[in-house]
């Protein structure tokens, strides 16, 4: 089993920055590719980013490309999210998960771990 828990989140105005961090433990998820997926109230929960495996290969969703980044160091079982220049629209509670694969998705169907979660609010 993959525990997936998730840091970093808090509240910022609009243009700052917060870094998200994700720590897997119980097993090494340096086979695993990794996602990072947002919810926001009264809204469905969202792609953001992934990662695969290794880290050659990252997806973001058109609304965080150029602003977030997503990057993982498998020495370490941690994945994070950079996000800059952020906006009121970023508020959301943010999700790590993992898959059992080493290709990242864009789909939350298919991850098989998932964090609890952290709270990200943007004040313009």
């Known amino acids: 089993q993959v525990q997936l828990v998730e840091s970093g989140g808090g509240s910022v105005q609009a243009g700052g920055s917060l870094r998200l961090s994700c720590a897997a433990s119980?097993?090494?998820?340096?086979?695993?590719?990794m996602g990072w997926f947002r919810q926001a109230p009264g809204k469905e929960r969202e792609f953001v980013a992934a990662?695969?495996?290794?880290?050659?290969?990252?997806a973001y969703a058109d609304s965080v490309k150029r602003r977030f980044a997503i990057s993982r160091d498998n020495a370490k079982n941690t994945v994070y999210l950079q996000m800059n220049n952020l906006i009121p629209e970023d508020t959301a509670v943010y999700y790590c998960?993992?898959?059992?694969?080493?290709?990242?998705?864009?789909?939350?169907?298919?991850?098989?771990?998932w964090g609890q979660g952290t709270q990200v609010t943007v004040s313009s």
């Open positions: 998960a993992a898959r059992s694969s080493v290709l990242l998705s864009t789909s939350s169907f298919t991850y098989n771990y």
């Open positions: 990662i695969s495996a290794g880290g050659g290969s990252t």
């Open positions: 119980g097993r090494t998820v340096s086979r695993n590719a």
